[in-house]
Each structure stands twice: as C-alpha cells, then as structure tokens.
C-alpha cells in the first residue's frame, strides 16, 4: 500500500501518524543542534529569578535588573532555537503544502488533528530524549 492509498483510506490516522513523524525529525534536530545542557543551566537560572521576583515589588531596583536578566536569558534561549528552525522551515514548508494539498478535501479540520498530535508528541519526545 503507497503513501497516497493509506491517505486516502485512513485520513485521521495518517494525518496522525504524518504528526508524530514531522514533530520526532524537528524533536531530533532541535536536540542535536542545541546545547542542551547549557539551555538547562539557562533555565534554571530563569527558576531562581522567578523566586526572586516573588519577594521583590515592582519599581524596586532589585526588581528592575532581575527582570532585565529575564529578558537577557529568554533571548539567549530564543537565538538557540533559531538554527533548527531554519534547518528545517523549507522541507517543513514543502510538506505542509503538500498536506494542505491532500487533506483539504479528505479530512475537514484536519490542522486540528495535526496540531493535537504534534503538542501531544512533542511533549512525550522531549521526555524521551530528556531536552531542556
């Protein structure tokens, strides 16, 4: 049976498994393209000024220079995601079309179930692979 028989005849599942497979290509770049463990320390770092915010009031200048740091540490983490993600934005872009292409008339609201499984996925993978 090809790719477009099983599409066809089982649109939910296929949609499903094409989900679970697109979310572990991205889980796997993203792990080895990152520096996990430093991403970690980053968030545990971020934990610890939580804390910290908690006991301050806003305007103090303790307040001030922690959220700064915040800042600084969430754009730290957001600069590493960027490599994986232009690695893997045109192959991504190109299956999606061809997804939207022929789930559009088989399966009505079929991003829905893409979107379930990918979060649902993603969730089980990181564990999996212990990421940050």
Not at 51 to 63: A, I, N, S
Not at 77 to 91: G, L, N, Q, R, Y
Request: with cysteine; aromatic share 14%; net charge positive.
């Amino acid at each position: 049976m090809g790719l477009t028989e099983f599409v066809t005849q089982y649109p939910k599942g296929s949609i499903i498994v094409i989900g679970a497979l697109v979310t572990l290509v991205s889980t796997i770049v993203t792990k080895y393209l990152t520096n996990q463990e430093h991403l970690r320390s980053l968030k545990a770092r971020q934990k610890e000024i939580q804390k910290d915010l908690k006991k301050c009031k806003p305007g103090e200048k303790l307040f001030e220079e922690l959220q700064n740091e915040m800042l600084q540490i969430s754009m730290t983490m957001m600069k590493s995601s960027f490599k994986p993600m232009f690695i893997t934005f045109i192959p991504f872009l190109l299956l999606f079309y061809w997804i939207r292409g022929v789930y559009t008339g088989l399966l009505s609201g079929w991003i829905w179930y893409y979107l379930g499984t990918s979060l649902a996925s993603s969730l089980v993978y990181r564990k999996v692979f212990k990421m940050a």
